[in-house]
Nanobody, 122 residues
Framework: QVQLVESGGGLVQAGGSLRLSCAAS????????MGWFRQAPGKEREFVAA????????NYAQSVQGRFTISRDNAKNTVYLQMNNLKPEDTAVYYC???????????????WGQGTQVTVSS
């Protein structure tokens, strides 16, 4: 089992920045692919970013490419999502997830956090 707890969400104006954190506990954190997903009201949950266990591989959704950066600190069992130049359409609940496959698919991730709300005002 891996337990994931997100933090860092909040209300920010368009063009602003936030950094989300996801603290992991339980099973070995370093073996996991870590991902961020988001779900806006009335929409399906969607992939945002993923990072390999070493941090050498990263993948981003096209909608956030160049604005968001995923990183991880295995010594702290924590993964981060730095979000810059935020837009109102980034408003969503952001979820951290852990899995064993390099994927953008929700079904490939085994463990999920409870989510943190990000609201971007125009």
């Amino acid at each position: 089992q891996v337990q994931l707890v997100e933090s860092g969400g909040g209300l920010v104006q368009a063009g602003g920045s936030l950094r989300l954190s996801c603290a992991a506990s339980g099973r070995t954190f370093t073996n996991n692919i870590m991902g961020w997903f988001r779900q806006a009201p009335g929409k399906e949950r969607e992939f945002v970013a993923a990072i390999s266990w070493s941090g050498s591989m990263k993948n981003y959704a096209q909608s956030v490419q160049g604005r968001f950066t995923i990183s991880r600190d295995n010594a702290k069992n924590t993964v981060y999502l730095q979000m810059n130049n935020l837009k109102p359409e980034d408003t969503a609940v952001y979820y951290c997830a852990a899995g064993s496959s390099w994927s953008t698919k929700i079904r490939e991730y085994d463990y999920w956090g409870q989510g943190t709300q990000v609201t971007v005002s125009s």
